[in-house]
């Protein structure tokens, strides 16, 4: 790519008056420059050669002659002394791109050079933003970037990505997906439906769709911070899941050997809505989040289905030992009391996000409790057992 900017026409006047100075250096000096251009990878400016003078390499002094004047032309001497040709300061510096390197497979094609531009039915990967376009009449499936540097797609109208395998959308390094406003963005996978490792930015001001019928081990899974902003609103789809450390719907990871969790940030006006199909349960998430925007589960804020929440256990609590336990409701606070004898079955408490449990009830089991046949999914035996999510809390006061 070339590129002239007027500011390098000036450099007409300092070389020429740099030229009888470069003539008693003793050797030239290699100088790298890096600039940002487009949205990736790193650029190298190659400059002219080095200035050189055949009595130099002969060991000879070169006469000094009197600098021009600033504004004269250069002065191109070619007496016995040897030609010194000044190049052209005003003549455009090649930029050298490094943007993105790996390869691109998209629907039946594999292994495009990043490097290089491709184009397809719905579809436009510019080597030099890269970026990859997509249109309305998009007709391939998953899209995934083998990479080690940040890409963008970009989706322009109502644009659906839809593959049966994990990470639909699959990137190795930083992606930015930007949803053009008015426009929506349809990812769908039998699995993760999309895959990153790096971070992740969805912008733009559209809507991004996510639907996954198997969550493991999320809906969108990021090795990296999540940053959800520009307006954008993004819908996660699916099914309530059953309780697991490796499952969520939207997952930052940093180091998954160590455990380390990133950031999920909902941010300038976005929204972020989690819709399953069926009620009771809250969001599962793995990561700190940050909300300066919107988060809704089934169309309700979080207040309202933390509430929800609070509410069902309480239900659940009633109902175990024939009613002798009472569970009473205070915002998102469950405290239980009660007294019950010869209990034959265990309780367990899964409690959700957000939700506390303040425990005031005693619970005393049958003899030889031990020998029932009870199937403990946690081991066991165990009497209570109480499992707590992220955020949540169980208070033992009394019992």
Same mark, same amino acid.
């Given at each position: ?5 007027k ?11 740099? =030229?009888?100075?470069?003539a ?10 890096? !600039?940002?251009v ?8 190659n ?10 390499? &002969?060991?000879?002094?070169? $006469? ?9 032309? $250069? ?7 040897? %030609?010194?040709d000044?190049?052209d300061?005003?003549a455009?510096l ?6 993105? %390197?790996?390869t691109?497979?998209?629907?039946? !094609?594999?292994?495009?050079?990043l490097a290089?531009?491709h ?6 990967w ?24 940040p890409?963008?797609? &970009? ?6 990505v !839809? ?5 639909t959308?699959?990137?190795?390094? %930083? ?7 008015g ?14 490792e ?10 991004l ?27 996660i789809?699916?099914?309530?899941l ?5 499952? &969520?719907?939207?997952?930052?990871m940093l ?6 969790v ?15 199909l ?15 925007g ?17 509410n069902y256990?309480?239900? !659940?609590?009633?109902a175990?030992?024939d009613?002798?336990l009472?569970?009473?409701?205070e915002?998102t606070?469950?405290t239980v ?5 010869d209990a034959?079955?265990?309780?367990e ?13 005693s ?22 057992f109480?499992l =707590? &999510? ?5 208070t033992?006061?009394?019992?």
């Amino acid at each position: 790519m070339l590129i002239q900017s007027k500011p390098f026409r000036y450099l007409a006047v300092i070389l020429a008056a740099a =030229v009888c100075l470069a003539a008693f250096l003793p050797q030239t000096a290699e100088v790298a420059f890096a !600039e940002d251009v487009g949205t990736s990878g790193e650029t190298s400016i190659n400059y002219p050669p080095p200035l050189t003078d055949p009595e130099l390499e &002969s060991g000879v002094d070169s $006469p000094v002659e009197p600098a021009n004047d600033v504004g004269a032309e $250069p002065a191109n001497d070619e007496s016995e002394t040897g %030609a010194l040709d000044v190049p052209d300061a005003t003549a455009p510096l090649e930029i050298v791109s490094t943007a993105a %390197a790996g390869t691109l497979e998209i629907g039946a !094609e594999s292994g495009l050079d990043l490097a290089s531009n491709h184009s397809g039915t719905g579809w436009t990967w510019t080597a030099a933003t890269a970026t990859l376009a997509l249109g309305a009449d998009y007709t391939e499936e998953a899209v995934r970037f083998r990479n080690n540097a940040p890409v963008t797609i &970009s989706a322009t109208g109502e644009v659906a990505v !839809e593959s049966d395998s994990y990470g639909t959308i699959w990137s190795e390094g %930083a992606l930015t997906l930007t949803v053009t406003g008015g426009g929506t963005l349809n990812v769908t996978g039998s699995e993760g439906a999309i895959y990153v490792e790096g971070a992740l930015t969805v912008t733009g001001g559209g809507t991004l769709n996510v639907t996954a019928d198997n969550y493991y081990p999320a809906a969108i899974n990021v090795n990296g911070n999540i940053t959800f902003t520009g307006s954008t609103v993004v819908n996660i789809y699916g099914a309530p899941l059953w309780y697991s450390p490796d499952l &969520s719907h939207l997952r930052s990871m940093l180091d998954e050997s160590a455990y380390t969790v990133g950031t999920i940030t909902v941010d300038g006006g976005s929204v972020l809505n989690i819709v399953y199909l069926s009620e009771y349960w809250t969001m599962d998430l793995i990561g700190n989040l940050v909300n300066n925007g919107t988060i809704t589960y089934n169309g309700k804020t979080s207040e309202e289905i933390l509430v929800e929440q609070a509410n069902y256990l309480a239900n !659940e609590i009633r109902a175990a030992y024939d009613g002798e336990l009472t569970a009473e409701v205070e915002g998102t606070t469950v405290t239980v009391t009660g007294t019950v004898v010869d209990a034959d079955e265990p309780l367990e408490l899964n409690i959700p996000p957000g939700v506390e449990v303040v425990w005031k009830a005693s619970l005393t089991s049958v003899e030889n409790y031990s020998d029932n046949p009870f199937y403990y999914p946690y081991g066991g035996p165990y009497l209570l057992f109480v499992l =707590v &999510s992220d955020n949540a809390a169980f208070t033992l006061a009394s019992g």
